[in-house]
């Protein structure tokens, strides 16, 4: 029994992908890759600021507390000096003190405490400020 041989039409009858086809998809893919990885360090970056932000905050909500247990005549420039205050990697805290603050009936009564807190960063260094008013 003779077999019949068929040509077969490659071109039509095979369906898949060139050489070329595979290769323009695999770069495809790898451009795709490497624009997700350069997110990486951008995001490690705002975490890092994120963290810091927080720590600054903290640092100076810790002055003004610490600032709260002393009585009105006591807190002067000895416990809020505009020196810096190092906290460690790089943190500053300085704590302003204000006391011509109010009118009228108040000037004396009140004084004014700014607490400034300074960060490092590996991009971009920050700052918190935050301030309260002591009175009598």
């Known amino acids: 029994m003779k077999q019949k041989v068929r040509?077969?039409?490659?071109?039509?009858?095979?369906?898949?992908?060139?050489?070329?086809?595979?290769?323009?998809g695999a770069a495809l893919v790898a451009l795709a890759f490497m624009a997700i990885l350069n997110l990486f360090p951008t995001g490690y970056s705002n975490i890092?600021?994120?963290?810091n932000?927080?720590?600054?905050?903290?640092y100076a909500q810790q002055k003004?507390?610490?600032l709260k247990n002393?009585?009105?005549?006591?807190?002067?420039?000895?416990n809020c000096s505009n020196v810096c205050d190092n906290l460690g990697n790089g943190f500053c805290r300085y704590c302003l003190l204000t006391?011509?603050?109010g009118v009228g009936g108040l000037a004396g009564d009140l004084k004014k405490v700014q607490v400034r807190v300074?960060?490092?960063?590996?991009?971009?260094?920050?700052a918190f400020s935050a301030e309260t008013i002591f009175t009598r």
């Open 118 to 126: 300074t960060y490092p960063g590996q991009f971009r260094p920050g």
């Open 48 to 51: 890092t600021y994120g963290g």
């Open 53 to 58: 932000q927080s720590l600054a905050t903290n």
């Open 70 to 78: 002393f009585s009105f005549n006591s807190i002067n420039a000895t």
């Open 7 to 24: 040509a077969l039409n490659i071109r039509n009858s095979e369906k898949g992908f060139s050489l070329v086809e595979g290769l323009v």
């Open 99 to 101: 006391t011509s603050v």
């Open 64 to 66: 003004i507390e610490q």
